[in-house]
């Protein structure tokens, strides 16, 4: 990567695998498998290959918000997939999800086993699925849907914009960072003026939208990604603020946040989970090294 504001792009771009930058090892310009690796597969119909960034937590919020509300079919395997260990790019990964990105579901309750990959499908299939956390009328059907859809538009400027350029790009550009932090408080006034009418994302009704949205702009107005409140004067947003401390303490949410997570704090990491009783053993564990 140049640092150089002279820099002239060649005729032919070329893979440079020297580029380096955290999650570099992550992207390459062709697709398919690295490897052959068979992917394991529990005992529950619902397997879950993911790894607990912003977009797995979607998915296991959703599950854990599901078995909460006594919805038993929702039980569910999370493997863990290490993205920085290319784990993504194993032939049984690629076979559930081409795109070679988390997370990938596997549902095995069907006929015939069905894929489902893209967070926002997934929780959508699984919305459907259990007729539950989408809305059943049709204009707040079709609410809660332009929100799931703006979030998956919106959060790669956060994430693979902003997020990559104010805190893993190996040098800092000015121009990226101005560039992409007007966009994310852009968005966040979006937000911000929708939710000081409503008090989640479809009215007073805790939806998919919600779930798809809160582990990525709630984590940036709780300071809990990039280390970026201040930066982006997250006090700004009141009302943002104020809708992700409401949910921030769901107890499936704060369940389902840790799944998958191998980063932060012991206490909120549960690297995979195959029973409910996974998240006791896990504080069990913790208590027992601690007093070692």
């Known amino acids: 990567m140049s640092s150089q504001t002279d820099y002239t792009p060649p005729k032919v771009w070329q893979w440079n695998t020297e580029s380096g930058g955290t999650w570099a090892s992550t992207n390459?310009?062709?697709?398919?498998?690295?490897?052959?690796?068979?992917?394991?597969?529990?005992?529950?119909?619902?397997?879950?290959?993911?790894?607990?960034?912003?977009?797995?937590?979607?998915?296991?919020?959703?599950?854990?918000?599901?078995?909460?509300?006594?919805?038993?079919?929702?039980e569910y395997d999370a493997h863990l997939i290490k993205?920085?260990?290319?784990?993504?790019?194993?032939?049984?990964?690629?076979?559930?999800?081409?795109?070679?990105?988390?997370?990938?579901?596997?549902?095995?309750?069907?006929?015939?086993?069905t894929r489902v990959f893209e967070s926002g499908s997934i929780l959508l299939y699984l919305a459907e699925k259990f007729g539950h956390f989408i809305p059943?009328?049709?204009?707040?059907r079709t609410e809660c849907l332009s929100w799931l859809f703006w979030q998956m538009g919106s959060a790669p400027y956060l994430g693979g914009g902003f997020g990559h350029f104010y805190s893993y790009a190996p040098i800092k550009i000015e121009y990226c960072i101005d560039r992409f932090t007007m966009e994310v408080k852009r968005q966040l006034d979006v937000l911000n003026r929708h939710l000081?009418?409503?008090?989640?994302?479809?009215?007073?009704?805790?939806?998919?939208?919600?779930?798809?949205?809160?582990?990525?702009?709630?984590?940036v107005v709780q300071n809990n990604a990039y280390n970026a409140a201040e930066f982006i004067d997250a006090p700004a947003y009141p009302h943002v603020i104020r809708w992700a401390e409401q949910i921030a303490e769901r107890p499936a949410l704060k369940r389902g946040r840790?799944?998958?997570?191998?980063?932060?704090?012991?206490?909120?990491?549960?690297?995979?989970?195959?029973?409910?009783?996974?998240?006791?053993?896990?504080t069990q564990d913790k208590i027992a090294a601690a007093s070692d």
């Open 28 to 74: 390459r310009p062709i697709a398919g498998p690295t490897h052959d690796k068979v992917l394991p597969v529990g005992k529950h119909p619902l397997q879950l290959y993911s790894l607990g960034t912003p977009n797995g937590q979607k998915v296991t919020i959703l599950l854990e918000e599901l078995l909460a509300i006594g919805e038993a079919g929702a």
């Open 83 to 113: 993205i920085s260990d290319g784990d993504q790019f194993s032939s049984g990964f690629v076979a559930v999800n081409p795109n070679s990105k988390i997370p990938a579901l596997m549902d095995h309750s069907t006929p015939t086993p």
């Open 136 to 140: 059943t009328e049709h204009s707040a």
């Open 196 to 219: 000081e009418t409503h008090s989640f994302m479809v009215g007073d009704q805790y939806t998919i939208a919600d779930i798809a949205i809160w582990p990525w702009y709630g984590a």
């Open 258 to 282: 840790i799944v998958n997570r191998i980063s932060g704090d012991l206490a909120d990491q549960l690297h995979e989970r195959h029973d409910a009783d996974d998240f006791e053993h896990r």
